[in-house]
């Protein structure tokens, strides 16, 4: 095959193939801010919703092990790259930081996702879009883009703009389009739909309306003339068209009474379709603000749950993720938004009785997504889409931070295993970097974990003498292996066959960038084309980008 046939449509930038080595922290709960119902309201109440606070890469890192594979629908709604905060910096530069940024993150998400009917929804605007897409082509798979729906944020024109911005999309890219076009729900009928059913005959099967009888194109056996029983009058398919039933379908659905020929009996044949076999309407990609909710809606929905001052200033409306929800999972299916701003997804998703993982660095986390889904939980937040989905409370949800970096530099810049981690947190981020599972045994004290079902881990700060290592080698026994991991040990390291010796720190160095805490856009380190003014913080606030939800509402 020749180069030239090898290549590929791709977007570049600036710094594409500079990687980060991200370390796969561990979580540990904060149980003084874990939450949960007083008591039961159901006995589908779920209580294990995670809440992580942290940086959302380093977070997306740390849940890679446990969840991939396992997550139905992943909602994200990422800062758009609007520019505001970017005013002396160099706008390639920032464009491409913003799409490094959003890369990693999306590689992530995507390993995350149920390998079947999982979707991964992303809210975007115009200025992004087109850029977004093409990224989305190379992480996700061309093949796996579904649509881009246009939401309708606002409903009152914008007259400060030359053209008034009011909308924007969301991308939609599924793992199997088959499988994901199977399991999806269709969406319920607004009251403008059922509208349209009536009952002019006083039919008691209900409502119906008048559906066409005819298709285009052309088909042998759905060619017959139709003959109205109140008229006589005979119907052939219009000129293109075949009739949508054969003739022995369409004679089962006349003796039934399903088919119509107008008030007269002369108009072109109709079947009848009743309001109570309408399962929903298939989803489309315009989605009016009437069905999806708008910004000012979401701005109401942030003044009831906080003061006017507090509320969250670029929210999402509860019922543009009722619809998101409602579409890509059923109760019970569990959902990630790892920019969860105010906590929209969590509280929707909780409502609607589906299990959650919100990931949030700003100070948002306690001050609005806390407060926020207590009121959830205690049955407190009536608004949004309470009613519409009869919330009365329950359930709950636990409290992680991310564990701090394994290794820091000593006084002499040695790496060295951080005085913040015990024993037990020391052997779960061993088994996290090892790719094993971390399951203590009650029984073998030195089973810490698992990677297949004979082969264990155990992890300690000891130096291990032959002895020792002797008395291991045969507790495990031969039909077992151990990886031991250990600050040293006395005898060579092939001398047990079953067991096998690594040093801590020194068999993970390589691995990641340690003491590495933030990779949100830090614009310290942008090129500036000036000097900032000195009323800089407000900027420095706003560039923080990838843990804020939304983008100008």
Not at 122 to 132: A, F, G, H, K, T
Not at 355 to 383: A, Y
Not at 424 to 449: Q, R, V
Request: with cysteine; charged share 30%.
């Amino acid at each position: 095959m020749s180069k030239k046939s090898k290549t590929k449509l791709e977007l570049t930038w600036i710094g594409k193939d500079k990687r980060p080595k991200l370390e796969p922290r561990i979580l540990v709960e904060d149980s003084s801010k874990s939450y949960h119902a007083s008591h039961k309201v159901s006995e589908n109440d779920i209580f294990d919703n995670k809440l992580i606070y942290g940086d959302n890469l380093l977070a997306l890192k740390a849940l890679e092990k446990e969840y991939s594979g396992k997550i139905k629908c992943i909602y994200i709604d990422p800062p758009y790259n609007t520019g505001s905060a970017f005013d002396h910096y160099d706008d390639g530069v920032e464009h491409s930081l913003w799409l490094s940024l959003i890369r990693e993150r999306l590689e992530i998400i995507w390993r995350l996702l149920e390998p079947a009917e999982g979707s991964l929804w992303v809210s975007i605007d115009d200025r992004e879009m087109p850029y977004l897409r093409v990224i989305m082509d190379e992480v996700c798979g061309r093949n796996c883009y579904l649509a881009t729906n246009v939401w309708q944020k606002r409903y009152s024109r914008e007259n400060r703009e030359s053209i008034g911005d009011a909308h924007e999309y969301v991308l939609v890219y599924v793992k199997d389009k088959n499988k994901f076009k199977a399991s999806r729900n269709k969406l319920p009928l607004g009251e403008k739909q059922k509208k349209i059913y009536k009952n002019p005959n006083n039919d008691s099967r209900g409502l119906w309306r008048s559906v066409s009888l005819s298709a285009q194109g052309y088909r042998p056996n759905q060619m017959y003339e139709i003959v109205s029983p109140i008229t006589g009058k005979v119907h052939t398919p219009p000129p293109g068209s075949c009739w949508k039933v054969i003739e022995p379908k369409f004679k089962e659905l006349l003796a039934d009474n399903r088919i119509y020929f107008g008030k007269d009996g002369n108009a072109v044949p109709g079947r009848i379709q009743f309001l109570k076999d309408i399962e929903g309407m298939t989803p489309w990609t315009w989605w009016p603000h009437e069905e999806a909710g708008h910004t000012d809606e979401a701005k109401k929905e942030m003044h009831a749950l906080y003061t006017a001052e507090n509320a969250f200033s670029t929210p999402k409306p509860e019922r543009l993720i009722e619809r998101i929800l409602h579409i890509a999972t059923n109760p019970g299916d569990l959902v990630l938004d790892s920019f969860a701003g105010s906590g929209t997804t969590g509280a929707v998703a909780h409502k609607m009785g589906r299990k959650w993982i919100l990931v949030e660095l700003e100070d948002s986390c306690h001050t609005h997504i806390i407060p926020r889904l207590k009121k959830v939980i205690d049955g407190e937040d009536q608004g949004g889409i309470s009613t519409a989905v009869n919330w009365q409370g329950g359930g709950g949800f636990r409290y992680f931070k991310l564990a701090p970096s394994l290794l820091e530099q000593d006084r002499w810049g040695r790496w060295v295993i951080s005085k913040d981690y015990d024993a037990t947190m020391l052997a779960e981020a061993i088994c996290k970097l090892e790719g094993f599972s971390y399951l203590p045994s009650d029984t073998e004290w030195w089973n810490h974990g698992y990677s297949t079902e004979q082969d264990r881990i155990y992890v300690t700060t000891q130096t291990l003498s032959v002895e020792q290592l002797q008395a291991l080698s045969e507790e495990v026994g031969e039909d077992r292996t151990l990886l031991v991991c250990c600050s040293a040990f006395r005898c060579k390291a092939d001398r047990f066959p079953n067991l096998t010796l690594k040093k801590i720190p020194k068999m993970v160095l390589s691995r990641c960038e340690w003491g590495h805490d933030d990779y949100s856009l830090n614009v310290e380190n942008l090129p500036m084309r000036e000097k900032p003014k000195e009323d800089a913080p407000a900027m420095q606030r706003q560039a923080g980008l990838f843990d804020n939800e939304g983008a100008q509402g």
